[in-house]
């Protein structure tokens, strides 16, 4: 059922775009099919999910500039103190619903307030989700609703091999709390990748350009995982992620991120405001 959806979604965005029609950013005319039962399933079975209990809370903008560059945040409260297992992120109405999964490690930490962020491609109108699994197994939802659209077939303004210069330069930084006393450091890895999902068009010659995204990162803190990521290609062009993790001996940062050509790419620490 699943691949069959996608496999719709990629069609009907190719016929537009070849058709020089585009996607347009407006309310649809329509009712859509609910999918999020069909990928609740999928990714989770009959186990319960607790929503809206404060457990997990999902940012997104109130009003979306690009559809292929929102910003999303998933926080957990410092009132939550158990330990994260796992955290996944859908867009149910997108070609490809599952943004990412996250599989914490023992340096993700304890206490204190967590986060990650990372900026997302939008195909329609469509309830975004967070659901975080804690140490016990228990499982908890938020849900925002992105009115945007189109930022799946966005076209490229810029040259596609120019946009391959540089590719896999990766940026790591550290952050200090505000009080040395917290436990939770933030990090940020910036990834230069196009990104491309095989769903936009190339200006200068009209073929659609072929799929090559970041499908792994691996972060570590002082050689212990803080987490792995699984993304697909709805995050959006020159991954950027931020995040905390547990203050450790000397808070380096190592980076691994593979993209689905098999590339490697690798980064380590640079603390903020340093060299």
């Known amino acids: 059922m699943i691949h069959s959806i996608n496999k719709l979604s990629r069609t009907l965005c190719g016929v537009a775009l070849a058709a020089g ?20 399933e999928q990714a989770f079975g009959d186990r319960p999910i607790a ?6 809370v999902l940012e997104t903008p109130q009003k979306v500039e690009d559809a ?8 957990v409260p410092p009132h939550v103190k158990d330990k994260l297992k796992s955290l996944s992120i859908f867009i149910d109405n997108n070609p490809d619903p599952k943004v990412a999964k996250l599989n914490f490690g023992p ?4 206490g204190g307030e967590r986060s990650f962020a990372t900026r997302v491609r939008v195909d ?5 989700r967070a659901v975080l699994e804690l140490d016990d197994g228990s499982l908890h939802m938020a849900t ?5 659209a189109g930022g799946c077939a966005a076209m490229q303004a810029k040259d596609p091999e120019a946009d391959m210069t540089g590719l896999g330069k990766t940026i790591v930084r550290t952050f200090e709390p505000a009080l040395s006393s917290n436990p939770i450091w933030s990090g940020q890895v910036m990834i230069k990748h196009p990104n491309n999902n095989g769903m936009q068009l190339d200006i200068n010659t009209a073929k659609f350009i072929p799929a090559r995204y970041v499908k792994e990162v691996t972060v570590k803190r002082d050689g212990e995982l ?41 980064g380590t620490t640079t603390r903020h405001g340093g060299s």
């Open 21 to 40: 029609l585009g996607v347009l950013a407006a309310a649809p005319t329509h009712a859509q099919e609910d999918l999020w039962p069909i990928l609740r």
């Open 51 to 56: 929503e809206g209990d404060g457990v997990v």
């Open 68 to 75: 292929a560059l929102v910003p999303l945040t998933v926080r």
């Open 107 to 110: 340096a993700a930490g304890a």
């Open 124 to 128: 329609n109108f469509s309830h975004a």
């Open 144 to 148: 925002k609703f992105l009115a945007a």
């Open 226 to 266: 803080v987490f792995t990521l699984d993304s697909t290609f709805s995050i959006s062009t020159n991954p950027n992620f931020r995040f905390t993790f547990a203050k450790g001996e000397t808070n380096a940062l190592e980076i691994t991120a593979v993209d689905t050509d098999g590339a490697s790419f690798d």
